[in-house]
C-alpha cells in the first residue's frame, strides 16, 4: 500500500515513566523541525501511575487522524502493555524499541512479526545522574526517524527547562545517550520540509471548541466536569473572563443546562460542555430551551457508552440521544466537526445558529477530536452575522412568540422596557400565555419547526469532495480517516465521492439529493454499533438503491485501510 | 377588633388617606376575587364580587369628594395592618369555587361589619372632633353597605352547600 | 401607620400585574402571595422590566405569568439553576425566584444546598403547603408524617424536611418565615429579602384550599410573630430554627456573608488569546 508520507510512533510506559511528556516533547521537536503532527493519548483504568500510550503521528503534510498501523512502538516497560494490542497495530514492517531488562516480551509484539531492536534504556539513564528513561528514548527516536537531536533538546528546554534549569543538562546527555544507542534499523526516515513553522497552531479539538465558542460570542458557561469534555470547561475558565464572560461550576448537569438557559434568556450567548451521561440528564432542560425559545450550544464530547462506558475512548453513538432525546415534538439543531482543527468553525457555526434560530444546538464532538493534539495551519478567520433578533422599540402587546413567516420572532431581554414576558415550557400563545387550545398549540409547533425549515444554512452543511460514482457518506469524526482512504483509491485509479455532514438536524434532503446526483453507490460510514446514522439518513433521506452501512462501534478508531478494503473489494454481506 | 387597632391620627389628612387606603384596598380585593371566580365559571358569585367592587369604588370616588382640599393629593395611606387584613378586606382563603350566593354575601356582610364597627370606634375615639365626624359617616355608609347586602341576602333561600360534596375531582395537572 | 404620602409612589401594586387571570383555587394561598409580590416590588420602586421571576413546576410556579415582569416558567425542580445562571450573567438584575416545597425541596432539593452554598443575590420564595397541589395531593417532603394520602396510604411516616434549618447549614444569608394570609407581611419580608444581598430565603406559609383544607383556618390561628428579633449569629439561628413550631413568622436571620457574583475581568476581543495556539 502506497502510503502518506507520514510516520507512526507509539511510546508506552508505566505511570511516573514520563510517557505523556516525552509523547509531547516529540511532537514539539518534529513540528519545530517543519512536520504537522497529531497526539492522542490512551490510559489503564489506574487513577494514577497506570500504564500509557502516547501515540504520534508525524507528516510533511497536515494530519488529524491515525493511520492503519504504527511503524514505530517505543515501549519503556512491558508493564500491562498488552492492553493496547489492539490499539496499537503492528506489522512485519514496524519495529519495536524495547529494554532488554524489561523482560519477555508480551506474546501480540512477538507475532507482529516487527524487527525488535533493543537498547538498555533504563540502565543508561541511571548512569546519567538527574536524567530519566524517557529522554533517552527521545534520543533514540530521533536518531531513527531522522529529527535532529538539537530540536530534541530545544523541546526539552521548552518543557522542563524553564522550571529546572539544572535537570536540562542531564536531560541533554540522555537525549544524546539514546541517540548513540539508537539501534540501526530500515526505518523510512522523514523528509523534514524546513518550512518555518510561524502559523502554525498547536490545539486539541477540545480547545478548539471552545476557541470556536468563544469567537461565536459566548458570554457565559456552565458546566459540570466529565470526561472527555472537562478541558473545554477548563479553558474556558480562564479565557471567558478575559473576554467579557464568566463560567461557573454547576452541583451538576440539571443545573448547568438550566444555567445556561436562564443566562441565554438574560442575553448571554451560552453554552455548555458534557458527555453522554451529562447529556441525558439535560433532555428534559434542552425540551424547554426548545419551547421557551432559548438559544444555547450543548457541546457533546462523546465517549463509548452506554452508561458510564468507555469513559476515555470514542464512539460515535450519541447520534440518537442528540437527535430524538426530547420528548415532545421538538426541532433543534445538532452539528458535529468532521476533524479536531473543525471543532473551532463548528462550534463558531453552532453558536450563530443558536443565536440566530434561538434555538439550542447540540453539537456532536467525540473523544477523539476532543483530547487529540493536532499541529495545523492557521485556521481562516471566518465571521458570521450573529445576531438575535430583537423587538425595534417598546411596544404595546409585545409578542414574543409571533408567529412570522420565518418562525423567528424579536425575543426581548430583561431590562428592556415594554418587552416583558414570561418564558414557558407550557404551550403557549403568541403572548406567551399558557393555553391547551388546539390552534396555539399547532401554531407554536409550526412557527418553531418553520425556523429551522426556511433557514438556509448554506454551503457548511457538509463537506463534499470529489465525483465519482461510488460515494461515502459519514459524519463526525469518521471523516479524516476517509479522507485518507479516499485519497489513496484515487491514487489508485478510484473516483470516490466523499460527503461528509457536519448539520445532522434538521436533514437537508434537497441538498443531499443535489450532492448524490451521478452517484449509483453509497457507502454510510459510522462508529456505532446499531447503525444510528445509517437508519437517520434512511429515515430522513433517499439513498441510491445500492447503499450499505458500515457502523462498528468503539472503542477502537475506524482505520483508512479498513475503508480502502470496502471501498475496492465491497462490504461483504 | 378585627383589623387593626384604631390609629390615633394626627391630622384629619391622615384619616382621610387611611379610609382612602381601605376601600382601594377593598374595592381591589373584590375584584380580584371575581376574577378568580370568572376564571372557575362560578358567574353568579363573580357578579356578587363585581358589585360590591363597584360599591368599594364609588365609595372612595365619595370620600375623595368629601375630603375635598383637606386631602389634596388624593393619595391613599401606605397602609400595612398588623392583622392579616385591613378591616374591610375579604381574606384570600376565606372563598371556595363551589361558594353559594349566601356564602358569598355572608363573607361581604363579615367585611362591611368590620368596617363599621372599625370605623365607629375611631369615632368613639379620636380626639380631634373633625375625625370623629367624618368616621361616623364613614360608619354611617359601612352600615347601609351591612343593610344593603342584607337585603340581598333575603333573595336566596338558605342553601348551605357542604364543599366535600364536588361530584368532580381536581383535574389540572402539570 | 398613618403616614400621607406627598407624591404618589413611583410605582403602584397594580403596576405590577398582567393581565393573565391566576387559574389558583379559589382560597388557594398563593393568591395572597401573588399580592404580596407586587406590594413589595412596589415598595421597592422597582421598574418591572428590570425584574426577573424564575419558577419551576406547580400551582405556586405558576405566578411569574401573572405579573408584568419578565419571567420564566421553566422544569420542575429547576428554577434555583436558572435563577443563578440569569443573575449571574446579568448582575444588574433584581431576581426573584418561586417556588413550591415539592418542587424546592424534592425535585429541586440539591439545587438548594448549592445556591445556599453559592450566595448569589437572589430572593427566593417557596409557597409551602405541605402538599403537592399541581399532581392532586401527594406528600411533599414538608408533609406531616400521618397525613393520608392515595400514594401514601395512612401517611408516609417519614419526618418532614426542615428547609429553614437546612438552609442555614448551607450558607443561606437570609431566612425568614412568613404566612401568606399576612399579606402586608409577607410583602415586607419579601421587600427584606430582596433588599439584604446575597441568598435569601423566604418560607411563605400557603394553605392549599384543595388538597389541605385542614391549613385554611387551621393556619391562621397557628402562625404567630416571632418572639425574639432576628440574629446574626448562625449558631443561635441554629438554635432557633431547631426548635421553633414551624409557625414563627418573621426575620429569623440575617448575615453578612458576600454575595457570589464572578465578573469578567477584561474585555479583549478572542483573537488576542490565539496566541496561545500559535507555535
Ligand atoms: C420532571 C417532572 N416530574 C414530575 C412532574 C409533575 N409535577 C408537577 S408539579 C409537581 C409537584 C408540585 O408540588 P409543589 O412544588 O409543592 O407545588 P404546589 O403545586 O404545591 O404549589 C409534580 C410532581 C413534572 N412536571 N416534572
Ligand atoms: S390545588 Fe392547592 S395549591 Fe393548587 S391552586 Fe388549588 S389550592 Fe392552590
Ligand atoms: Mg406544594
Redesign the interface.
Known amino acids: 500500500m502506497n502510503r502518506p508520507a507520514s510516520l507512526s510512533i507509539a511510546l508506552t510506559g508505566s505511570g511516573g515513566a514520563g510517557v505523556m511528556t516525552a509523547g509531547q516533547t516529540l511532537l514539539d521537536a518534529a ?2 523541525s517543519g512536520l504537522y503532527g497529531l497526539m492522542t493519548r490512551s490510559t489503564g483504568p489506574q487513577i494514577r501511575g497506570g500504564e500509557a500510550a502516547a501515540m504520534i503521528r508525524l507528516s510533511s503534510h497536515p494530519v488529524q487522524s491515525h493511520g492503519d498501523r504504527f511503524d514505530i512502538l517505543l515501549a519503556l516497560d512491558f508493564d500491562n502493555v498488552e492492553r493496547f494490542a489492539e490499539e496499537l497495530p503492528l506489522d512485519s514492517e514496524s519495529l519495536i524499541v524495547a529494554d532488554p531488562a524489561a523482560g519477555e516480551m508480551p506474546a501480540f509484539l512477538k507475532a507482529s512479526g516487527a524487527a525488535i531492536g533493543l537498547v538498555p534504556m533504563a540502565q543508561l539513564a541511571k548512569s546519567i545522574a538527574g536524567s530519566r528513561i524517557s529522554m533517552v528514548a527521545l534520543g533514540i527516536l530521533a536518531r531513527i526517524i531522522g529529527l535532529p537531536e538539537s530540536a530534541v533538546i530545544a523541546a526539552v528546554a521548552e518543557s522542563i527547562g524553564r522550571k529546572k534549569p539544572e535537570a536540562l543538562a542531564a536531560s541533554e546527555k540522555a537525549v544524546m545517550a539514546g541517540s548513540a544507542a539508537a539501534p540501526e534499523v530500515n526505518v523510512p526516515k522523514l523528509a523534514l520540509p524546513h518550512t518555518p ?7 486539541t479539538g477540545n ?1 478548539a471548541a471552545a ?1 470556536g465558542a ?2 461565536g460570542g459566548v ?2 458557561v ?1 458546566g459540570y466536569p466529565i470526561t472527555p469534555a472537562t478541558e473545554i470547561l477548563e479553558w474556558m475558565a480562564a ?10 461550576q ?3 448537569e ?15 450567548p ?1 453554552l455548555t460542555a458534557t458527555a453522554g451521561p451529562g447529556l441525558s440528564l439535560m433532555t ?2 434542552i425540551g ?1 430551551a426548545v419551547a ?1 425559545e432559548i438559544p444555547l450550544v450543548i457541546v457533546d464530547v462523546m465517549r463509548s457508552g452506554p452508561s458510564t462506558g468507555i469513559a476515555t475512548k470514542s464512539e460515535q453513538s450519541d447520534l440518537n440521544i442528540a437527535v430524538y432525546g426530547l420528548h415532545g415534538d421538538a426541532p433543534h439543531v445538532v452539528t458535529a466537526p468532521l476533524s479536531v482543527a473543525d471543532c473551532l468553525l463548528t462550534a463558531q457555526w453552532s453558536v450563530h445558529l443558536a443565536e440566530t434560530l434561538q434555538t439550542p444546538v447540540i453539537m456532536l464532538s467525540d473523544q477523539s477530536l476532543g483530547q487529540a493534539r493536532v ?1 495545523i495551519d ?1 485556521p481562516g ?1 471566518l465571521a458570521f452575522a450573529t445576531q438575535r433578533l430583537a423587538p425595534e422599540a417598546a411596544s404595546v402587546g409585545y409578542a414574543r412568540y409571533a408567529t412570522t413567516e420565518s418562525g423567528i420572532s424579536a425575543m426581548s431581554v ?13 404551550t403557549h400563545n403568541a403572548r ?3 393555553t391547551s387550545q388546539a390552534k396555539d398549540h399547532v401554531a407554536q409547533l409550526d412557527k418553531r419547526q418553520r425556523k429551522l425549515d426556511s433557514f438556509d444554512f448554506g454551503a457548511h452543511w457538509a463537506e463534499i469532495d470529489g465525483e465519482g460514482e461510488l460515494a461515502v457518506l459519514t459524519w463526525g469524526s469518521s471523516t479524516e480517516p476517509l479522507r485518507e482512504a479516499i485519497a489513496e483509491a484515487r491514487a489508485g485509479g478510484t473516483d470516490v465521492k466523499l460527503i461528509a455532514l457536519r448539520l445532522i438536524a434538521p436533514a437537508q434532503p434537497g441538498r443531499l439529493t443535489a450532492a448524490l446526483a451521478g452517484v449509483k453507490r453509497v457507502i454510510v460510514l459510522e462508529q456505532s454499533h446499531s447503525g444510528q446514522f445509517w437508519r437517520y439518513l434512511r429515515a430522513h433521506y433517499d439513498l441510491p438503491k445500492d447503499a450499505i452501512p458500515i457502523h462498528c462501534p468503539g472503542p477502537l478508531p475506524i482505520r483508512p485501510g479498513e475503508i480502502l478494503t470496502y471501498i475496492q473489494q465491497g462490504v461483504p454481506a | 377588633m378585627n383589623g387593626g387597632k384604631p390609629a390615633a391620627f394626627d391630622s384629619v389628612a391622615a384619616f382621610f388617606a387611611q379610609a382612602l387606603a381601605i376601600e382601594v384596598e377593598a374595592a381591589e380585593r373584590y375584584t380580584l376575587l371575581a376574577d378568580q371566580m370568572e376564571v372557575h365559571n362560578n358567574k353568579e358569585i363573580a357578579a356578587i364580587f363585581l358589585k360590591m367592587a363597584a360599591i368599594e369604588s364609588e365609595h372612595r370616588r365619595e370620600i375623595v369628594r368629601r375630603a375635598g382640599d383637606t386631602l389634596p393629593t388624593g393619595i391613599p395611606a401606605d397602609v400595612s395592618w398588623t392583622n392579616p387584613d385591613g378591616p374591610e378586606a375579604i381574606a384570600f382563603e376565606d372563598v371556595h369555587y363551589l361558594m353559594t350566593p349566601r356564602q358569598a354575601l355572608l363573607l361581604a356582610r363579615f367585611n362591611e361589619e368590620r368596617a363599621a364597627r372599625y370605623f365607629e370606634s375611631i369615632a368613639a375615639s379620636a380626639t380631634d372632633p373633625r375625625i370623629s365626624a367624618f368616621a361616623a359617616e364613614m360608619a354611617t355608609d359601612e352600615r347601609l353597605h351591612v343593610s344593603w347586602v342584607d337585603q340581598w341576602l333575603e333573595t336566596f333561600a338558605a342553601d348551605e352547600l357542604d364543599r366535600a360534596d364536588d361530584p368532580d375531582p381536581p383535574v389540572y395537572s402539570e | 401607620m398613618n403616614m400621607i404620602p406627598a407624591t404618589a409612589p413611583a410605582f403602584k401594586p397594580a403596576d405590577y400585574k398582567s393581565s393573565v387571570k391566576p387559574v389558583w383555587c379559589p382560597g388557594c394561598g398563593d393568591h395572597s402571595v401573588l399580592l404580596s409580590f407586587q406590594r413589595a416590588l412596589a415598595e421597592l420602586a422597582l421598574p418591572p422590566e428590570q425584574v426577573a421571576i424564575v419558577s419551576g413546576i406547580g400551582c405556586s410556579s405558576r405566578i411569574p405569568a401573572y405579573t408584568n415582569c419578565y419571567g420564566f416558567h421553566g422544569v420542575h425542580g429547576r428554577s434555583l439553576a436558572l435563577a443563578s445562571g440569569l443573575k449571574v450573567a446579568r448582575p444588574d438584575l433584581t431576581v426573584l425566584v418561586a417556588s413550591g416545597d415539592g418542587d424546592g425541596f424534592s425535585i429541586g432539593g440539591n439545587h438548594l444546598l448549592h445556591a445556599c452554598r453559592r450566595n448569589i443575590d437572589l430572593t427566593y420564595i417557596v409557597m409551602d403547603n405541605r402538599i403537592y397541589g399541581m399532581t392532586k395531593g401527594q406528600p411533599s417532603p414538608t408533609t406531616e408524617p400521618d397525613w393520608d394520602t392515595a400514594i401514601s396510604p395512612g401517611g408516609t411516616g417519614l419526618s418532614p424536611f426542615h428547609p429553614l434549618v437546612i438552609a442555614l447549614a448551607s450558607g443561606a444569608n437570609f431566612i425568614a418565615r412568613g404566612f401568606a394570609g399576612n399579606i402586608g407581611g409577607c410583602a415586607k419580608l419579601i421587600a427584606e429579602a430582596v433588599r439584604t444581598p446575597g441568598f435569601s430565603f423566604v418560607q411563605i406559609l400557603s394553605p392549599c384550599v384543595t388538597f389541605r383544607p385542614d391549613q385554611q383556618r387551621g393556619w391562621k390561628d397557628l402562625v404567630h410573630p416571632a418572639a425574639v428579633p432576628e440574629t446574626d449569629d448562625p449558631a443561635r439561628a441554629a438554635r432557633r430554627l431547631m426548635t421553633d413550631d414551624g409557625f414563627n413568622i418573621g426575620v429569623l436571620y440575617r448575615g453578612k456573608r458576600e454575595p457570589y457574583q464572578p465578573a469578567p475581568k477584561a474585555y479583549l476581543a478572542p483573537s488576542h488569546l490565539e496566541a496561545e495556539f500559535a507555535l
Open positions: 513540528t519545530s513553522r510561524a502559523g502554525r497552531w498547536s490545539i480547545e476557541f468563544l469567537k458570554k457565559f456552565a479565557a471567558l473572563p478575559q473576554c467579557g464572560g464568566v463560567l461557573v454547576a452541583e451538576d440539571l443545573a448547568s443546562i438550566n444555567m445556561i438557559i436562564g443566562a441565554s434568556f438574560g442575553g448571554a451560552s428534559e432542560a424547554l421557551s499541529v492557521r478567520d430583561p431590562g428592556f422596557p415594554g418587552g416583558q414576558y414570561t418564558a414557558d415550557g407550557l406567551g400565555t399558557p
